[in-house]
């Protein structure tokens, strides 16, 4: 799949870029802000996928410079190329500061460590030129260590895994019931629990959101969309409310 415009205006894009992982790698967006002569990557993912996605950022700068990588948390399909593009660039890092120590782990060069910066728990202002980006603390949704992007000329809320989905074919969605069923399984097994959820829902109620933009799977566009699926992860029962179904003794398969 190409990479795709979600929004453009003057000097301010936001590019959807296509998958490009394949195998047993875990579905994976990568999105990319740029404002002016100035670039943030969001999740810039593993390494695997690192050269081709390499590739797609550097043809789409068009004369910016790649000055900022988000990492929304620690899986490694979001951070574990994080020494390449350090290397091959003079961008800045922003990691939860919770994980530093732990992305170390990924082989960070000590000529690049100077330049990752803590997140801390509240988040705080990425300014990205004359734009100020939100960094929005989306804790247990679902590391412990979490989150979310805001942008306010495009109105687009990045997600992370908050509103992932698996197994189809599109990339925007338009029947949000009819979605729901590749969002579930998920959300039930990986969010940290109900009341998270509604916290952040709460949070996002006070921003003025266009579009949902998940990491995995298909965005949410237009404000039915978006009140839809605010409305649905207030009402769900996941992780810490659903205990009793995981904490049993194992038998013997028959």
Known sequence: MATMTLFEQGAHRNLLLEDFGGGLAVQANQHLIIH???AVLLDPGGHKTYARSRGEVTSQLKGARLTD????????DIVAALNGWLMTSDARAHVPALWIRFVAHFGIDALVESRIEP???????????????????????????????????????????????????????EDFDAH?????????????????????????????????????????KGPALVGRFLDWVESLECGLDRLGELYRLPTRAV
């Open 69 to 76: 990588l988000f990492l929304s948390h620690q899986d490694p």
């Open 36 to 38: 002016g002569d100035r």
């Open 180 to 220: 729901v069923p590749a969002m579930l399984g998920f959300h039930e097994r990986v969010m940290g629990s109900g009341a998270a959820l509604k916290a952040w829902a709460a949070m996002v109620r006070q921003l003025d959101v266009e579009t949902i933009a998940p990491q995995h799977g298909a965005y949410f």
């Open 119 to 173: 997140v801390p728990d509240g988040g705080r202002v990425l300014p990205l030129g004359d734009v100020d980006l939100l960094i929005l603390p989306a804790h247990f949704l679902h590391s412990c260590g979490n989150y979310h992007l805001y942008d306010p000329v495009a109105r687009i809320l990045y997600s992370g895994d908050l509103g992932g989905s698996f197994g189809i074919d599109y990339r925007a969605v």
